[in-house]
């Protein structure tokens, strides 16, 4: 079997704050690829990253990093500096070799005010 | 510009009525979905296909259909079967369904009178 749990249903920041977006995962298999997706306002689900199960490099994207840390099942997100653009619901997904498909989290809706 | 089109962007049907919604991908994708979202929900699978000529059903298949005929098309209809149709529904696609990531449509939203 496999889940993701985003613990977090909701979180209110000012802007200029830092915020980190929880996703644990569950997963028997040693290979599999684990993504985050952003689905602003207007709907449309917005890729941001795919990570494989093999690399636990740190990954940074100008005010985005990604934390994967296989000994904790997780694979959290963090926006430094946030902006109002960046308030969207997160999704964090997971693929495993013995699925077809993704499996998502009920995702992290972010409010950034300014 | 490459992308995937969903249409209509708002959809209003009467009870009874079955409705087909499209989705079209100028990708070259072999993969292609159908997501559904409630409100404060995640993504639940609806169905899914690999290849053209071939679909498979997802976690919440029941009172829908699809067809694949076409590469580029993967059009979902919501029969009357369906108890709560009323949702928001994602059209995505993939290169292949091997851990690849799956690129989503605007979407479409169903309300049913």
């Known amino acids: 079997a496999q889940k993701v749990t985003q613990a977090q249903t909701e979180i209110s920041v000012v802007e200029k704050e830092d915020v980190t977006l929880d996703c644990v995962y569950e997963?028997?298999?040693?290979?599999?690829?684990l993504f985050w997706y952003k689905q602003p306002p207007s709907g449309e689900l917005v890729f941001l990253i795919r990570?494989?199960?093999?690399?636990?490099q740190n990954e940074i994207s100008g005010r985005y990093s990604w934390n994967f840390q296989k000994s904790t099942s997780s694979f959290n997100f963090t926006i430094t500096a946030s902006q109002v653009v960046d308030s969207a619901v997160y999704f964090c997904?997971?693929?495993?070799?013995?699925?077809?498909?993704?499996?998502f989290g009920k995702g992290t809706m972010l409010l950034v005010s300014p | 510009d490459g992308g995937i089109t969903q249409s209509p962007k708002y959809l209003f049907r009467k009870e009874g009525q079955n409705v087909t919604l499209s989705c079209e991908q100028n990708?070259?994708?072999?993969?292609m979905y159908w997501y559904r979202q409630d409100p404060g929900q995640g993504l639940r699978l609806i169905y899914y296909?690999?290849?053209?000529?071939?679909?498979q059903k997802g976690d919440i298949a029941e009172g829908y259909s699809v067809s694949r005929e076409k590469k580029e098309s993967f059009p979902l209809t919501v029969t009357s079967a369906q108890k709560n149709p009323t949702a928001f529904y994602l059209c995505?696609?993939?290169?292949?369904?091997?851990?690849?990531?799956?690129?989503f449509g605007p979407g479409t939203r169903l309300t049913v009178l």
């Open positions: 997904a997971l693929w495993n070799s013995g699925y077809s498909t993704l499996t």
């Open positions: 997963t028997r298999d040693t290979t599999y690829y």
């Open positions: 990570r494989n199960s093999f690399d636990e």
């Open positions: 990708l070259n994708h072999d993969a």
């Open positions: 296909s690999q290849i053209v000529n071939d679909f």
């Open positions: 995505a696609s993939s290169r292949t369904t091997a851990g690849n990531e799956q690129f």
